[in-house]
Nanobody, 122 residues
Framework: QVQLVESGGGLVQAGGSLRLSCAAS????????MAWFRQAPGKEREFVVA????????YYGDSMKGRFTISRDNAKNTVYLQMNSLKPEDTAVYYC???????????????WGQGTQVTVSS
């Protein structure tokens, strides 16, 4: 089992940047494909980006391509999400998740963090 804790959220103006971190404990994060999802009030949880165990491949949701970058440091048991050119519509709770089976579907992910709030003001 793995425990995930997100950090790095906050309030930022449109056009600004934030870097989220997801620290894992328990099993090593290198055993899992990792992803970020987000959920805005009144909306379904949305796939943001996923990264393979080794970090050699990444998969982005359409609205995040070119603005968001996922990376991982398996030695530090940490996954990152660099978010640039933020827009008010990026406002959401961002969740880190881990799975044995790489997917964009949230129900495939076995382990979840508690989420970190990102608010983008216009």
């Amino acid at each position: 089992q793995v425990q995930l804790v997100e950090s790095g959220g906050g309030l930022v103006q449109a056009g600004g940047s934030l870097r989220l971190s997801c620290a894992a404990s328990g099993r090593t994060v290198s055993m899992y494909h990792m992803a970020w999802f987000r959920q805005a009030p009144g909306k379904e949880r949305e796939f943001v980006v996923a990264i393979t165990r080794s970090g050699d491949s990444t998969y982005y949701g359409d609205s995040m391509k070119g603005r968001f970058t996922i990376s991982r440091d398996n030695a530090k048991n940490t996954v990152y999400l660099q978010m640039n050119s933020l827009k008010p519509e990026d406002t959401a709770v961002y969740y880190c998740a881990a799975t044995d089976r790489l997917s964009w579907r949230a129900n495939v992910y076995e382990y979840w963090g508690q989420g970190t709030q990102v608010t983008v003001s216009s």
